[in-house]
């Protein structure tokens, strides 16, 4: 099972969370970051084992479709209609998510890579069944993508080790920050 989630809302929430709110943690980074656990998590797929993309959005817009979805791609029964319900109206909260964003909202953020955007069209569309993963055109779009981020290495190695050295820099603030208090930690965010 891959897990799909928009890019923007895992880079708001990475950055949300981060000790470095606010200082310049970079979206753009983030994007590509997604992109590059990504086509980890597909490796396996491309070589032929069995795999199945559930988007989270979905799961939470509509937990009992999404279980019942999932349960039929890996060949589970999932027959006990009350547990699906009592899943989805008291496991998941969807005041927990604290960031939601759209298809649409991909498209029009100057900050998010062309790639990534196609990367997330293509894997949204399999989410929804449009695109199934073992399909050969799921695998031709998906290689565009593979092909344009080998066209980008030397960029990705340049943004990695910013992104390094800027960790680095920080460290000690970071090593800091993790033994803080919750309490703490939320002062600060709210600052």
């Not at 699906?84 to 900050?111: T, W």
């Not at 910013?162 to 800091?176: P, T, Y």
Request: net charge positive.
């Amino acid at each position: 099972m891959i897990s799909l989630r928009n890019p923007l809302s895992v880079a708001a929430s990475v950055i949300r969370g981060s000790p470095y709110y606010g200082t310049g943690c970079w979206p753009t980074y983030l994007h590509f970051v997604w992109l590059l656990h990504m086509v980890g998590a597909l490796s396996p797929v491309l070589k032929g084992k069995p795999g199945v993309i559930v988007d989270y959005d979905a799961v939470m817009a509509n937990p009992v479709a999404e279980l019942q979805r999932l349960a039929s791609a890996i060949g589970l029964a999932c027959g006990d209609q009350r547990a699906l319900d009592e899943y989805g109206q008291m496991f998941l909260k969807s005041g927990l998510r604290h960031a939601a964003f759209s298809a649409e909202d991909i498209l029009a953020d100057p900050l998010v890579p062309s790639v990534v955007g196609r990367a997330h069209a293509i894997l949204s569309a399999s989410a929804a069944g449009a695109l199934p993963l073992n399909s050969p055109e799921f695998s031709s779009r998906w290689q565009s993508v593979l092909a344009e981020l080998d066209e980008l290495r030397p960029v990705l190695l340049l943004l990695d080790s910013q992104h390094s050295a800027l960790v680095a820099r920080r460290g000690l603030v970071g090593a800091i920050y993790r033994r803080l208090p919750m309490r703490c930690k939320r002062a600060l965010s709210r600052s």
